[in-house]
């Protein structure tokens, strides 16, 4: 075997291999050293690693502990202000608007000033056309509309834009039908005649007077209106009751004591408020239709002042009403 040279001393190759300690027990103790080691605490694995021969048994390494490293102190806390509260007077001092504020805050009075009393508007009136939509009136002087039943005209005038205009009053209505002799019903209490409007406008009848032969004359009044209807009837009688007057609807009583129809002649006029005449019929005792119980009516095509006034107008009416007397009394007529 080889020999190593070091250092002028040879030494052999074998011998410095390790091996069982010739001087003691190998060393078979755990990976960790047990032994009481309270120096540096040196690994038993690196021990067992370098050292193969015995256990150490020299002196336990009494020296001193090494003393712990002190800690870099990073941060040091802030101490919080333990002191009171700040009780002083809160910041009443301006906002701060910045560029804005242009001018100290108003703190001058409340403007407690009276209201604007300046002028009116004293522009000019409105001079458009009138209005003549149907008002709603009642009464003959109120305005009026054709269509509308409340609105109607004193006798003599027409509606016309919605106002009662004054026209002629002769032929605004006219005598169409006499019932002078009655044969269902006692005499005078089926009496009666029927007068027709001829404008569009209804009209109260209030106002107008009627005389008859003589003295005889009567004036239609009342609390409320008496109308006809435009291009309608209205039935003047001596009696309101159905049952004494033939089964006829009235109009307007005048009452058997303020005027009677005679049987043979007699006239029937009616005049407006200011005296002038509306319409006239006087019919004679002989040439007018004369049949007891039936109507003298004017031909359902001659509805005029003027020609009512000759007897070929005239014709004996009917169909049978009522009671059984003939006649078309509120209605168009109907020659029999």
Same mark, same amino acid.
Request: charged share 15%.
């Given at each position: 075997? !080889?020999?190593?040279?070091?250092?002028?001393?040879?030494?052999?190759?074998?011998?410095?291999r390790?091996?069982?300690?010739?001087?003691?027990?190998?060393d078979?103790?755990?990976?960790?050293?047990?032994? @009481?080691?309270?120096g540096?605490?040196?690994?038993?694995v690196?021990?067992?690693?370098?050292?193969?021969?015995?256990?150490?048994?020299?002196?336990?390494?009494?020296?001193?502990?090494? !003393?712990?490293? &002190?800690?870099?102190?990073i941060?040091?806390?802030?101490?919080?202000?333990?002191? #009171?509260?700040?009780?002083?007077?809160?910041?009443?001092? *301006?906002?701060?608007?910045?560029?804005l504020?242009?001018?100290?805050?108003?703190?001058?009075?409340?403007?407690?000033?009276?209201l604007?009393?300046? #002028?009116?508007?004293?522009? #000019?009136?409105?001079?458009?056309?009138?209005?003549?939509?149907? *008002?709603?009136?009642? +009464?003959?002087?109120?305005?009026?509309?054709?269509?509308?039943?409340?609105?109607?005209c004193?006798? /003599?005038?027409?509606c016309?834009?919605?106002?009662?205009?004054?026209?002629?009053?002769?032929?605004?209505?006219?005598?169409?039908e006499?019932?002078?002799?009655?044969?269902? %019903? @006692?005499?005078?209490?089926?009496?009666?005649?029927?007068?027709?409007n001829?404008?569009?406008t209804p009209?109260?009848?209030?106002?107008l007077?009627?005389? +008859?032969?003589?003295?005889?004359?009567?004036?239609v009044?009342? @609390?409320n209106?008496?109308?006809?209807?435009?291009? +309608?009837? &209205?039935v003047?009688?001596?009696?309101?009751?159905?049952a004494?007057?033939?089964?006829?609807?009235?109009t307007?009583?005048?009452?058997?004591?303020a005027?009677?129809?005679?049987?043979?002649?007699?006239?029937?006029?009616?005049? &407006?408020?200011d +005296?002038?005449?509306?319409? $006239?019929?006087?019919?004679?005792?002989?040439?007018?239709?004369e049949?007891m119980?039936? $109507?003298?009516?004017?031909?359902?095509?001659?509805?005029?002042?003027?020609?009512?006034?000759?007897?070929? !107008?005239?014709?004996?009416g009917? *169909?049978?009403? /009522? &009671?059984?007397?003939?006649?078309?009394?509120?209605? @168009?007529? %109907?020659?029999q």
């Amino acid at each position: 075997m !080889a020999a190593l040279t070091l250092g002028g001393c040879a030494y052999e190759w074998d011998s410095l291999r390790p091996g069982p300690d010739a001087g003691g027990t190998p060393d078979v103790g755990t990976p960790r050293d047990t032994a @009481a080691d309270t120096g540096n605490a040196t690994d038993a694995v690196a021990d067992a690693r370098v050292d193969g021969g015995a256990a150490d048994t020299g002196a336990t390494d009494a020296g001193p502990v090494d !003393a712990p490293i &002190a800690m870099d102190v990073i941060d040091v806390p802030v101490v919080i202000d333990s002191g #009171p509260p700040d009780t002083g007077p809160l910041d009443t001092g *301006p906002l701060d608007t910045g560029p804005l504020d242009t001018g100290p805050r108003d703190t001058g009075p409340r403007d407690t000033g009276p209201l604007d009393t300046g #002028p009116r508007d004293t522009g #000019p009136v409105d001079t458009g056309p009138r209005d003549t939509g149907p *008002p709603a009136c009642v +009464g003959s002087q109120c305005p009026c509309a054709p269509t509308t039943p409340a609105g109607w005209c004193a006798i /003599g005038a027409a509606c016309m834009g919605g106002t009662c205009v004054v026209g002629p009053t002769a032929g605004s209505l006219v005598i169409t039908e006499i019932m002078n002799d009655p044969l269902a %019903v @006692a005499d005078p209490l089926g009496e009666w005649f029927e007068v027709y409007n001829r404008v569009e406008t209804p009209v109260d009848l209030r106002g107008l007077r009627v005389r +008859g032969n003589g003295t005889e004359m009567f004036e239609v009044t009342g @609390a409320n209106p008496v109308v006809v209807a435009g291009r +309608g009837y &209205a039935v003047l009688g001596a009696s309101g009751e159905t049952a004494a007057n033939g089964g006829v609807a009235m109009t307007y009583v005048y009452g058997s004591a303020a005027m009677n129809l005679s049987n043979s002649s007699d006239v029937i006029t009616l005049l &407006a408020a200011d +005296g002038s005449t509306i319409d $006239s019929v006087a019919y004679p005792a002989s040439g007018w239709p004369e049949t007891m119980g039936r $109507s003298k009516a004017l031909r359902p095509a001659i509805l005029d002042a003027s020609m009512n006034d000759v007897a070929v !107008a005239w014709c004996p009416g009917g *169909p049978a009403f /009522g &009671a059984g007397d003939f006649g078309t009394p509120g209605a @168009a007529n %109907v020659c029999q």
